[in-house]
């Protein structure tokens, strides 16, 4: 298999989620720590938008973890971490997309919002995203507990980091989680006992301390 470099960053979700493609696939990666304040020469001259992950492998690059987690599924296939059926994987891409355009994005407006009202707006509008979340997750298939039931899809793990790091918003913020999100716990839960998430999982305190770093700098 040819040489594989990922450029990622500690508190990124969206590296986080390519880690845990690879770990769930068990290659044998480089990984690159990128201060994304004071990005090195070398990463801005060869990265298309300045972001992480970006993924080097062999003669390739590909950037956008969603796009480099199925680039990673398609060239390194086992075990597969898309739904078998084409319209599962339809509804998985779709679920992605839900997540960055919901969750991912209001998070990161959130960060880099100082105004209250405009906060408070804010973290209404993640307890509406979890609480919609919750209520599809109960439609879930019930063969087992991740969203595709019995199988661990790349959906999952475009959900996970978020989740890993919704403590430190509890800590920085108002925003709890909604109540009785019981499908949401037992996902979590189960998401959370993987050999591959337990090998990069982060606690909260681990991830409130950078963030104020980085937010205070
Ligand atoms: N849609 C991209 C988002 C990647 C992204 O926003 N990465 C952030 C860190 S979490 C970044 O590199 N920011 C540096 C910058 O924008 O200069 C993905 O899914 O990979």
Same mark, same amino acid.
């Given at each position: 298999m040819s040489h594989v470099k990922l450029y990622t960053n500690q =508190?990124? *979700?969206?590296a986080h989620r390519v880690r845990l493609t690879l770990a769930e696939k068990e290659i044998d990666a480089e990984l690159i720590e990128i201060d994304l304040k004071n990005k090195p020469s070398d990463f801005v001259h060869i990265s298309p938008d300045g972001r992480v992950p970006l993924l080097l492998h062999g003669g390739t690059k590909i950037w956008g973890s969603a796009i480099i987690n199925e680039y990673i599924d398609e060239v390194m296939p086992d075990p597969p971490l898309m739904p078998a059926v084409p319209a &599962?994987?339809? =509804?998985?891409?779709?679920?992605? /997309? =839900? @997540? &960055? #355009?919901q969750l991912y994005s209001t998070t990161h407006r959130f960060i880099f919002t100082r105004e209250a009202e405009a906060r408070r707006e804010l973290v209404a509008q993640l307890r509406e995203h @979890?609480?919609?979340? #919750?209520? @599809?997750?109960? %439609? %879930? *298939?019930?063969?087992? *507990?991740y969203l595709f039931g019995d199988r661990f899809t790349l959906a999952d793990i475009a959900l996970y980091p978020w989740f890993e790091q919704s403590g430190v918003l509890e800590q920085l913020s108002e925003f709890r989680l909604p109540p009785d999100c019981c499908g949401l716990s037992e996902w979590r839960q189960a998401v959370g006992e %993987? /050999?591959?998430v337990r090998q990069h999982a982060r606690t909260t305190d681990w991830y409130a301390v950078r963030y104020r770093t980085y937010l205070a700098a």
């Open positions: =508190l990124c *979700p969206y &599962d994987r339809a =509804l998985a891409r779709n679920w992605i /997309k =839900l @997540v &960055d #355009e @979890v609480q919609f979340i #919750e209520n @599809v997750m109960a %439609r %879930r *298939p019930r063969s087992g *507990p %993987r /050999k591959a």
